[in-house]
């Protein structure tokens, strides 16, 4: 079955508070060391959260909280 579209579950006139989660693809390392090349991925999370916010911003949305995980792959 065919997952419902997103007009289908939220309606445009209401308020919605959702939880969005993410993880990497294969276990890569987004930030933190990573064991396998060495090289060190913390400059990315300052990005992230520029971003997040920045999009936020343009998007028309309230961003409650966040929290990004460097011991989370």
Partial sequence: MAR???A???AADEIAILHVMNRTVRRCYLL???P???KN???RKAWM???LQHL???F???LLCYSILTNHS
């Fill in 4 to 6: 419902l579209t997103r």
């Fill in 8 to 10: 289908e579950v939220f």
């Fill in 32 to 34: 933190g060391d990573d």
């Fill in 36 to 38: 396998l090349t060495g």
């Fill in 41 to 43: 991925y913390d400059q």
């Fill in 49 to 51: 959260e520029d971003e």
């Fill in 56 to 58: 936020a911003l343009h």
């Fill in 60 to 62: 028309g949305i309230d």
